[in-house]
């Protein structure tokens, strides 16, 4: 019988890193590493100003990536935005919403709120 070969040797690791779901982890950071680089090392100018609105639907596509358990997806969001890792609390998106949550609506994204709110309107419309 053969020995394997380094190339057999890395396939086995690659694949047991992928079942496990490691591989997809690993990956997933060494690209929020290297946005983060690149972020910094960009330019030496401060970056442009993100408008609130902006700042804002980035934070309901956060909280509905994490709620997802996309969190490397989150983690890349969060580093090519620029914004911080630390997220805004849910109460002050609702209060910006202009939303109520109540045992229902808490738990779920609140952009699942909002697609919901505007699919029920065109109902009632139609």
């Not at 690659?14 to 680089?37: C, N, P, Q, T, Y």
């Not at 960009?42 to 934070?59: D, H, R, W």
């Not at 997802?68 to 002050?92: F, K, P, S």
């Not at 229902?104 to 909002?114: E, F, Q, S």
Request: aromatic share 8%; net charge negative.
């Amino acid at each position: 019988m053969a020995e394997p070969t380094q190339l057999d040797l890395f396939e086995a690791v690659k694949e047991s890193l992928h079942k496990d779901g490691r591989l997809d982890k690993f990956k997933a950071e060494l690209r929020s590493a290297v946005m983060s680089i690149l972020n910094k090392n960009a330019s030496a100018e401060e970056p442009p100003k993100v408008p609130e609105e902006t700042k804002f639907i980035n934070e309901l596509i956060r909280e509905y990536l994490n709620w997802n358990g996309y969190m490397y997806t989150e983690q890349i969001l969060a580093a090519e935005c620029g914004q911080n890792m630390e997220r805004l609390n849910r109460d002050v998106l609702t209060t910006k919403l202009g939303v109520m949550d109540d045992s229902r609506t808490a738990k779920i994204p609140l952009l699942y709120y909002i697609v919901t709110a505007f699919q029920n309107q065109d109902n009632e419309e139609s």
